[in-house]
Nanobody, 126 residues
Framework: QVQLVESGGGLVQPGDSLRLSCAPSGRTFNNYAMGWFRQAPGKEREFVAAVRWSSGFTYYADSVKGRFTISRVNAKNTVYLQMNSLKPEDTAVYYC???????????????????WGQGTQVTVSS
């Protein structure tokens, strides 16, 4: 099975930056897309950012566009999320996800992904 491991979360003040990473373990897989989602206490998991692996085309939620940047290292199936100008409302557990199915799909929704990491906590507080 494919396992994804997130890292890089922590406690920061508003306006600070963090860089999250997501690295795979377990069996090898053909990667078609990876994304970042987040879930705050008592709320549904929501889309943050995603990248189509072959083209590198990126997608962002309106709430993070202009502040967050998703990037990939193709050969390692590794994805990063650079988070700048963090706000208290960014506080959540951040999960990375991988899609291994080759068929085209919208990659801004949870149902398009096949594997998920365990999450890393990001807390933005003054």
């Amino acid at each position: 099975q494919v396992q994804l491991v997130e890292s890089g979360g922590g406690l920061v003040q508003p306006g600070d930056s963090l860089r999250l990473s997501c690295a795979p373990s377990g069996r090898t897989f053909n990667n078609y897309a990876m994304g970042w989602f987040r879930q705050a206490p008592g709320k549904e998991r929501e889309f943050v950012a995603a990248v189509r692996w072959s083209s590198g085309f990126t997608y962002y939620a309106d709430s993070v566009k202009g502040r967050f940047t998703i990037s990939r290292v193709n050969a390692k199936n590794t994805v990063y999320l650079q988070m700048n100008s963090l706000k208290p409302e960014d506080t959540a557990v951040y999960y990375c996800a991988a899609r291994i199915r080759p068929a085209y799909a919208v990659i801004t929704i949870t149902g398009s992904y096949d594997y998920w990491g365990q999450g890393t906590q990001v807390t933005v507080s003054s």
